[in-house]
Every structure is written in structure tokens, then in C-alpha cells.
């Protein structure tokens, strides 16, 4: 083979390694921007959980003096994926007076997720879908009762004289433990 036709076959050959170099340079090069990009298009998911901070809920003085629980909304901003709904319902809570200060209890019944409610004479909550029955404290106050455990207590404060703040969180039913969910 002449010098002509070696160097004519070593052409391409040369060619299609610069073409594959420089489409992995180009490959390369494009990856770390994409990850990026799909990182924050998702970072949203990872932040779709609702901020557990204390939320402030009511003022003191809206609470009944003489020990009744009453109930009152949450509400604060969740973030959803892409969008943040501010002052958005979130759940409720039993707000009662005690000789320390306020107590706080989740309304979702423990057994399964049914909100508890308030006997009309106020001595007890009691849950509409399966009968399970607690104190004002939220203690099981009926051997029947089929809810697993205590209605869920919250952290409470009571800030600057006034101002009621609740750390709501919601727990897993039909569970002896609480478990956040
Ligand atoms: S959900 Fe409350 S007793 Fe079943």
C-alpha cells in the first residue's frame, strides 16, 4: 500500500474520533446543567410537607375560662408541590384551660381519622364513627372504646400574655404509638 492510500484511509479514521470526542465533551458538558435544572424543577416534592413551626392559633382570651375545650381551626401557608396556598386550613384542634396553662389535642379520632367531637354536655369527647369515648384530657375513659391510644396531644405556649401557639402535627391511626405522619 502506498504512503497515498494509507494516509487517505487514516483521514476518516481520524474524522470519526474527533466527532465521538467531541460529542462526549458536548455530552458531558450537558449533564451538569440538566441536573441541575431537574433538581430545581423537583426541589418543590421535596418541600411538599408542611413547615411543623408553632402556629399561632387564637388569642387566650378566646378560650373558655372554666376548663371547656373548645375548638379551633388551623390554618397556615402549605406549600404543594409548586404552590404555596397561604392561610389554608390544615386541620383543627381542642384548645382547654388547665391550672399550668392551655392544653392542646388533635381532633382526628386515633382509631381511624374520624374527627372527634364534644358532648353537648362538655364532660367528654366522644367519636361519631365507632363509639370510642375520652376524658377532657383526651385519655380513653371506656374499656370499649376501640381507638388505640389517647387522643394526640400538641405542644402548646402560651407567648406574650395572649397569643395561643400550637406545634400541629397529625398522627398515624390505629396505631398504640404516636407516629407523624
Ligand atoms: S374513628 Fe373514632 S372510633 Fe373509629
Given at each position: 500500500m502506498s504512503d497515498d492510500k494509507?494516509?487517505?484511509g487514516a483521514e476518516p479514521r481520524r474524522n470519526f474520533i474527533a466527532s465521538v470526542g467531541a460529542l462526549c465533551v458536548a455530552a458531558a458538558a450537558s449533564i451538569v446543567p440538566l441536573a441541575a435544572g431537574a433538581a430545581a424543577l423537583f426541589d418543590p416534592l421535596r418541600r411538599g410537607r408542611r413547615d411543623l413551626s408553632m402556629i399561632l392559633v387564637t388569642k387566650l382570651s378566646s378560650v373558655p375560662e372554666d376548663g371547656a375545650p373548645k375548638k379551633f381551626t388551623i390554618e397556615t401557608d402549605r406549600v404543594d408541590a409548586w404552590t404555596t396556598y397561604e392561610n389554608t386550613p390544615v386541620g383543627a384542634v381542642y384548645l382547654r384551660r388547665t391550672p399550668t396553662g392551655v392544653a392542646a389535642?388533635?381532633?382526628?379520632?386515633p382509631h381511624a381519622g374520624c374527627f372527634v367531637g364534644l358532648m353537648p354536655d362538655?364532660?367528654?369527647?366522644g367519636c361519631p364513627c365507632h363509639k370510642s369515648s375520652f376524658d377532657l384530657d383526651g385519655v380513653v375513659n371506656d374499656a370499649n372504646s376501640p381507638s388505640p391510644r389517647d387522643m394526640d396531644?400538641?405542644?402548646?405556649?402560651?407567648?406574650?400574655g395572649d397569643e395561643v401557639w400550637v406545634r400541629f402535627q397529625n398522627f398515624l391511626p390505629g396505631r398504640e404509638e404516636k407516629t407523624a405522619i
Open positions: 494509507a494516509e487517505n389535642l388533635n381532633v382526628v379520632c362538655k364532660s367528654r369527647f396531644a400538641l405542644e402548646v405556649e402560651v407567648r406574650n
